[in-house]
């Protein structure tokens, strides 16, 4: 007796190794789902993010991440050749001109993650798929139903601004 697909049919979700490993090889996050929460839990307009499943969570703090590494010019240089992601950094200093220790990173720029990865969670990017086409790419259901988002970074925050995450981000060593 044949089963039909929607017996058959099971969504695979691509396994999330997130690794907050400073100055790693392997890294795609500047936090940990534990440092994400420590850092929202004093923001109630982000109380959202203690809602979500761990796998969420890792995955915006991945998406965060990477926004972060891709919208913005770091000052200093990498503190080393091998690290996968653009901080840490060397040569860098807080707002009051103190010595940011080379291979480590800011606060600021933890906190940052935080707001950037839960905006990313806070955009529900089917709701803005119908009212901004273009948000999400692609998405495409193979034989066993396995989903493929393809995000454009770009056009979810077009025109908007953060000036308090920004404000941090450049304490912790971008510009923008």
């Not at 926004?67 to 996968?84: E, H, R």
């Not at 193979?142 to 970074?153: A, K, M, P, W, Y």
Request: overall charge negative; hydrophobic content about 40%; proline content about 5%.
């Amino acid at each position: 007796m044949a089963q039909s697909a929607e017996q058959t049919a099971t969504l695979a979700l691509a396994p999330v190794v997130l690794d907050a490993t400073v100055a790693g090889s392997a890294a795609n996050a500047y936090i940990t789902v534990d440092e994400s929460r420590t850092l929202l839990m004093r923001y109630p307009q982000y109380q959202v993010w203690s809602l979500l499943t761990q796998y969420t969570q890792e995955s915006h703090i991945i998406t965060g991440t990477f926004y972060m590494d891709s919208m913005f010019s770091w000052y200093g240089q990498i503190y080393s050749s091998t690290q996968k992601l653009r901080c840490p950094r060397t040569i860098l200093y807080d707002r009051d001109g103190r010595v940011i220790p080379a291979g480590t990173l800011p606060p600021d720029l933890k906190l940052a993650c935080a707001i950037f990865s839960c905006e990313f969670a806070k955009a529900n990017l089917l709701e803005l798929q119908s009212r901004e086409p273009g948000i999400i790419k692609r998405v495409q259901a193979g034989d066993n139903i396995e989903v493929d988002l393809e995000v454009s970074l770009d056009s979810l925050f077009l025109g908007k601004r953060f000036p308090y995450v920004e404000n941090l981000i450049e304490i912790g060593g971008a510009h923008v």
